[in-house]
């Protein structure tokens, strides 16, 4: 496994690459886990060479504390990868990222006034902003990211599209602990009783989905939220998979996404389940 850091060589490994060969990039933050490798392993199948990039990018970060106590464990994310089967690690230093304050900014229009837009101004401007950065060094042809994160996805799917780039965006599945909680960086971060705490988000999806069709949406959003009394939710949405846009009853011919934020003390959680009708 390659470890690349500054941009100069991560060109020269560029421009080795044969032309047929597919480049695969999986964009993170570090912090790495089973969900990141899963997403690592679904490159691996579908491309000939897969970059893992880490780098927590600053201008995402709404809140510099969440920013500053964002885990970070190197060493073991190198081991991961290269256990993994990881063929390039690219880890840029922000400076050489960020060489001004960027002048550009993006909006997404309604994405940016619901659920991780409306509770997090100006993440989805930091996101797109790195991405791009990502996507035009690194020029992959295909780029994976996960399902957990689903509206910051349909951002990168709108960018992408908008800005006519040669990448081609792989959704992946989000993996789970085996009681139910998704996976996220984040999760090192909880203690025992908040990681109990914290299976509220995703018994809260699957309450949500036995209720669907049979009560209309806005009880079984009652419903949720008072389960959450004790924790702070942020919002609990139901929402059609595809426009994230609010999806009023009834249940029909859909496909809707169940979406949740809360904290669990200072520890923000987000998850979602897909539901067929
Ligand atoms: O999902 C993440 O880990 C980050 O938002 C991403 C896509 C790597 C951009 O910094």
Do not use: W
């Not at 941009?7 to 060969?21: A, D, H, M, T, Y």
């Not at 409306?118 to 399902?147: D, T």
């Not at 496909?255 to 987000?270: G, P, Y």
């Amino acid at each position: 496994m390659q470890v690349i850091q500054g941009i100069k060589e991560l060109e020269k490994f560029r421009s080795s690459l044969v032309k047929q060969e597919q480049l695969g990039l999986v964009p993170t933050m570090g912090a790495l886990h089973a969900g990141h490798l899963s997403l690592l392993e679904n490159a691996r199948q579908q491309t000939d060479q897969t970059m893992v990039s880490i780098f927590v990018n600053p201008l995402q970060f709404n809140d510099s504390k969440d920013f500053d106590k964002y885990p970070k464990q190197i060493e073991k994310d190198l081991e991961l990868l290269e256990k993994g089967g990881c063929n390039i690690v690219f880890i840029p230093d922000a400076k050489e990222v960020y060489t001004q304050q960027p002048t550009l900014s993006f909006q997404f229009g309604y994405l940016e006034k619901i659920m991780e837009g409306y509770h997090r101004p100006g993440h989805f401007n930091g996101v797109a902003i790195v991405v791009s950065k990502l996507l035009n060094i690194i020029r992959p042809h295909k780029a994976f990211f996960g399902e957990k994160d689903l509206q910051q996805l349909r951002v990168i799917q709108y960018l992408v599209k908008d800005l006519s780039m040669p990448v081609e965006i792989v959704p992946c599945t989000t993996l789970r602990e085996t009681d139910g909680l998704a996976m996220s960086s984040r999760n090192m971060r909880l203690n025992v009783s908040q990681r109990q705490r914290a299976l509220l988000l995703s018994q809260s999806l699957r309450k949500a989905k036995e209720l669907l069709g049979k009560i209309p949406h806005q009880e079984i959003e009652l419903l949720i939220q008072k389960d959450f009394s004790a924790e702070t939710l942020e919002y609990f949405s139901i929402v059609e998979k595809q426009s994230l846009k609010k999806c009023s009853d009834p249940f029909q011919d859909k496909e809707v996404a169940l979406c949740v934020a809360a904290f669990i003390d200072e520890i923000r959680l987000i998850d979602n389940i897909i539901v067929s009708s």
